[in-house]
């Protein structure tokens, strides 16, 4: 079962399917765009998300986005997929309805999975059902409904990621720093690399963020910034036919030297020996 939603005019998609790694290729943008993976049946599914293999039990839900690569190799049974681009539906322009939204999307640590609660799995399945319903009632509004349904999917999985992924007696506002401190290194990362410049951005004293990560055992906002660096270079090595002096140039090193000689500290082994480490395990 796959469905589609597609306007030509604004280039906007949204998409479901009960088997994402069938269906994947077959949705008319199947890049840049943001999901919701989740495991429907009653065993848990392996898939791999950038060099992270995940276990997804039943009723859990994990969040991706066009920042991750995702291999459904090792998924040996349907999976289900709800998926959107930013011109369906723009995650900024409803940040201030869906509180912390960034801990389902664009955080750059631990990938967000969020179980159903027994007592809600009634509900989820509800909402998929009626998904399908409007996807079989194609008239002029549409769009509007599912979008509306879409935004109550994300309202309602962020209020179970905010009980399960961070606790409840976190401050609201120092969660929301924490979040866009998230969202600007996956936006500078190229270009800004010292916490002094994410401070500026968000009119904190690089102390006062080193603080606040620390109060809520994150890894520091420096740490942040160079696994995410470090994460790019991995995807760019695994993905792209990019040599290390191009890889280096893009991600704001420079030499490929430097950039080498950066990689092995991050990881304890040097960009060459990465490469060949995925070329034997591929």
């Not at 604004?10 to 994947?24: A, R, V």
């Not at 859990?60 to 930013?86: A, D, G």
């Not at 080498?260 to 591929?282: A, C, D, V, W």
């Amino acid at each position: 079962m796959k469905y589609e939603f597609y306007d030509t005019n604004l280039g906007s998609i949204f998409g479901l399917t009960d088997n994402i790694k069938k269906d994947e290729k077959s949705f008319r943008i199947n890049s840049s765009t943001i999901s919701f993976l989740w495991n429907r049946n009653s065993t848990a599914l392996e898939l791999t998300i950038d060099d992270a293999t995940i276990l997804l039990q039943p009723n859990q839900i994990v969040t991706i986005t066009y920042l991750h690569h995702v291999s459904f190799i090792k998924t040996e049974l349907p999976l289900t997929s709800f998926l959107f681009n930013r011109e369906f539906y723009c995650i900024a322009d409803h940040d201030s309805e869906v509180s912390c939204n960034g801990i389902l999307f664009f955080g750059t640590q631990d990938l967000p999975v969020i179980t159903i609660p027994e007592a809600q799995e009634k509900k989820f399945e509800t909402l998929y059902e009626i998904f399908q319903d409007e996807f079989n009632t194609p008239d002029k509004i549409q769009g509007d409904m599912l979008q509306m349904l879409l935004k109550r999917l994300i309202i309602i999985c962020t209020r179970l990621a905010k009980d399960q992924l961070i606790l409840k007696d976190f401050d609201n506002e120092q969660v929301d720093v924490i979040r866009k401190f998230n969202v600007l290194v996956d936006t500078h990362y190229k270009t800004k690399r010292k916490v002094a410049d994410y401070a500026d951005l968000l009119f904190k004293s690089p102390k006062t963020l080193s603080n606040l990560f620390a109060k809520y055992n994150q890894k520091s906002p420096q740490q942040i910034i160079l696994e995410r660096i470090t994460l790019e270079a991995k995807r760019l090595m695994q993905y792209t036919d990019k040599q290390n002096q191009e890889i280096a140039f893009e991600l704001g090193f420079n030499d490929s030297a430097h950039f080498s000689s950066f990689f092995k500290k991050m990881t304890s082994i040097s960009p060459t020996q990465y490469r060949e480490n995925k070329t034997i395990l591929g």
